[in-house]
């Protein structure tokens, strides 16, 4: 992997620190007018999720982390591992349960989802923005009330729990933004 | 293809206005106005400041400041003179850099770096109408800022009060890299609430091109620097006007050079003749006008100031 110069650092630019991928989020050049420069890097480490800040000199240099996101199609889950597809060259790639802790509640088979792969191997999954997920439980519809604006809590098939309108029933299909956790609609409907 | 500026209109004609006010405060002042070359056979050996060079025969640079060929003008006797030129910083850009950027550079005989700082504060009282001031030595805001003595500690005690806020990626054993840390990390955040800020007398290592005296019963050099809300803006010395000293400080820049593996340069012996010859007793000051600007405008950002910055030309 090619080294890296802090003026090269710019946001999405992955890096190895302490052993670790971390993807730099922001890069602040930081000089006395007569004194040294300094660039103050804003970054998150890839395996734990932490965010915080390191001070360079500048025109120190970073390996490169071999990190890449990939659009997968997710498959299956054995219990054990989630399979993931790359659509081009239906290569399968399978990941472990704290990769993909944070999509849990949106995987839904077939959809697809950003991979992060780590040396080949998946370091995180993000779901889609938007997920179209089957209500299995919930209070019974009330019909006809589209107009109250009250709420109640209805179960998905992935087990994830939503704010939904008082008039959607169980069976029936809405579509959620996976980064907020909201209720979008009916799906088919947007 | 993005072609447009990155400053608004109203901006850039706040610029021309604060241009139009730096000038008229020099002439009631009558202090010339001078232009000297941007392309220089020479440029500044100080390690942290790196210069643009242009290729041909011979080789010239493009000057980080106007201040050697200033100082010849004051050697020939021009008397107080001003100048507003264009300066050239390499790999300087950020939020508050620009490597191309716009610099008001000023001299004046008989004044000693505490009469330069009035007239600063009243430059800044005409342009961003603020006439209320203070001053504090680098000595002083290094204790109350951060309880440490910059002139006395060590290398270890200086990381060690860095290591106790920051997360710092180098060892160094040199101690104005700790303070250099320190001040831009530190000292500068606690300078916002400060205002109009005056920071005098530094240690000798920082002294740049300040003669040296007695603080405090500890050598200084007689360099300030001032800072609005916490941006520094302007850099000053009760200049050295001793042709030996200097050419010694600017050995001991190439020594520091070769140190950090970076190239040596030629001393400007124009400059050190200048001086042997007889530069008059005097202070001087470069004072960034982007960054003035930007506080008088209140913009976070030089970008906002600058009609196409770095990354649209």
């Known amino acids: 992997m090619a080294n890296h110069s802090t003026n090269e650092f710019r946001s999405g630019l992955k890096v190895m620190l302490d052993g670790d991928p971390c993807s730099i989020l922001d890069n602040e050049f930081v000089k006395p007018g007569k004194g040294q420069a300094f660039n103050r890097v804003k970054m998150r480490n890839l395996k734990s999720g932490r965010v915080w800040e390191r001070t360079f000199k500048s025109g120190e240099t970073l390996e490169g982390a071999d990190v890449m996101d990939r659009s997968m199609e997710y498959l299956y889950t054995d219990g054990e591992f989630w399979y993931f597809m790359e659509p081009d060259t239906y290569e399968q790639h399978q990941a472990d349960a704290k990769a993909v802790e944070d999509a849990l509640p949106w995987l839904k088979e077939q959809d697809t989802c950003e991979v992060t792969l780590y040396n080949g191997t998946p370091l995180s999954v993000a779901p889609p923005n938007f997920v179209e997920l089957e209500i ?25 729990i939503v704010k939904v309108p008082l008039f959607l029933s169980q069976g029936e299909v809405i579509r959620v933004d996976t980064r907020t956790g909201e209720y979008q609609g009916r799906a088919g409907k947007s | 293809m993005d072609w447009r500026p990155g400053a608004e209109m109203p901006t850039l004609r706040a610029r021309a ?5 730096v000038r008229e405060f020099f002439a009631a002042r009558t202090v010339l106005e001078v232009e000297t070359p941007l392309l220089c056979c020479d440029t500044v050996t100080e390690p942290a400041v790196a210069s643009y060079a242009i290729t041909g025969e011979p080789r010239r640079f493009l000057q980080t400041s106007p201040e050697y060929a200033m100082k010849r003008l004051l050697a020939a006797g021009s008397g107080p003179i001003f100048q507003i030129s264009r300066a050239f910083r390499a790999g300087e850009a950020g939020p508050r850099h620009n490597p191309e950027f716009s610099l008001l550079e000023w001299y004046r005989p008989e004044f000693d770096h505490n009469q330069l700082m009035s007239e600063v504060a009243e430059l800044v009282t005409a342009c961003l109408g603020r006439p209320s001031y203070s001053k504090i030595s680098y000595r002083e805001l290094f ?11 060590d290398v270890s005690q200086l990381r060690s009060v860095a290591g106790n806020s920051l997360d710092v990626s180098f060892d160094s054993a040199d101690r104005d890299l700790w303070l250099d840390l320190l001040l831009s990390h530190l000292i500068e955040p606690a300078l916002v609430e400060r205002g109009v800020c005056f920071v005098y007398d530094y240690p000798p290592s920082q002294a740049a091109l300040a003669r040296l005296g007695y603080s405090d019963g500890v050598e200084v050099g007689h360099r300030f620097e ?11 010395y009760f200049e050295l006007t001793d042709a030996r000293q200097q050419r010694l400080r600017f050995s001991e820049d190439n020594k520091r050079r070769l140190q950090a593996g970076l190239p040596i340069l030629p001393l400007d012996e124009r400059l050190l003749s200048a001086l042997q ?30 009609a196409f910055d770095w990354t649209r030309c």
């Open chain 2, 143 to 153: 204790r109350e800022v951060l309880n440490i003595d910059p002139f006395t500690a």
């Open chain 2, 277 to 306: 010859s007889g530069l008059p007793e005097c202070s001087g000051v470069a004072l960034g006008l982007d960054r003035l600007l930007m506080c008088q405008l209140g913009k976070a950002d030089i970008r906002e100031v600058l």
């Open chain 2, 17 to 21: 206005a604060l241009l139009a006010t």
């Open chain 2, 226 to 236: 001032l800072y609005v809300d916490g941006m520094e803006l302007a850099n000053g």
């Open chain 1, 136 to 160: 299995i439980e919930t209070d019974p519809g009330l019909k006809g009330d589209t107009a109250s604006g009250g709420n109640k809590p209805a179960t998905l098939t992935t087990g994830a």
